[in-house]
């Protein structure tokens, strides 16, 4: 006689690890690796703002884990009490995410606005159905956690960002310039509290013969 199989559920504790897991796999994708690749490949802001190894680790440590918390806990919030809204609420997080993801990649490729809009209402949409219909989604979702791991190792210890991590006496001209070789040849000047009376003429114009660059 043929014998039907139960297919055992998880425990609320353990469904509720599983959504922090897709979270984390999911925010890494979509917030946490654009956020990190700008300030990754440009190490003069930290040095600017004269951050040290400490902020710039706490710094990838709230990009990276901040976003899936505060989603998570948003998730269980709306879902107090009643499991079936809190999977509800799980999956349009997932779509959002997923929509992101592809606003992203749409508008990197020069896609338009309003197609890139539509792509990504429509696969976010889609992920999110795929994920309330298909076990082995849920699955893939939960093991992409680790992806987080790899954007923050990258933003530590592989971008440009890297050498301020390791050495908080470093160079800053060592570092390069938003990943590139030798930093650019340009050298800006500020001139604060310049008196006005000091480089124009009687009728208002800038005295060319003794500043002929800055009338220019």
Do not use: K
Request: net charge neutral.
């Amino acid at each position: 006689p043929f014998v039907q199989r139960a297919v055992p559920t998880p425990s609320p504790r353990g469904q509720r690890g599983r959504e922090l897991l897709e979270l984390l796999g999911l925010c890494g994708l979509a917030i946490a690796q654009p956020v990190l690749a700008v300030f990754g490949a440009a190490p003069d802001y930290f040095v600017f703002v004269g951050a040290g190894r400490a902020d710039i680790i706490l710094f990838a440590l709230v990009v990276g884990l901040a976003p899936v918390f505060l989603l998570w806990g948003l998730v269980q919030l709306v879902g107090w009490g009643d499991e079936r809204r809190r999977r509800i609420a799980q999956r349009l997080v997932i779509g959002l995410l997923i929509g992101l993801l592809v606003l992203q990649v749409a508008t990197g490729r020069d896609t338009a606005l309003p197609l890139g809009l539509i792509l990504a209402l429509g696969l976010g949409a889609a992920a999110a159905w795929a994920h309330h219909r298909w076990p082995g989604v849920r699955l893939w979702a939960a093991w992409m956690a680790p992806v987080s791991l790899v954007v923050l190792g990258l933003f530590l210890f592989s971008s440009p960002v890297s050498g301020l991590v390791r050495d908080d006496g470093v160079d800053p001209a060592d570092l390069g310039a938003f990943g590139s070789g030798d930093p650019p040849p340009v050298v800006m000047i500020v001139f604060d509290e310049w008196p006005l009376a000091s480089v124009i003429r009687r009728d208002g114009t800038i005295d060319a013969d003794l500043y002929p660059n800055v009338a220019t």
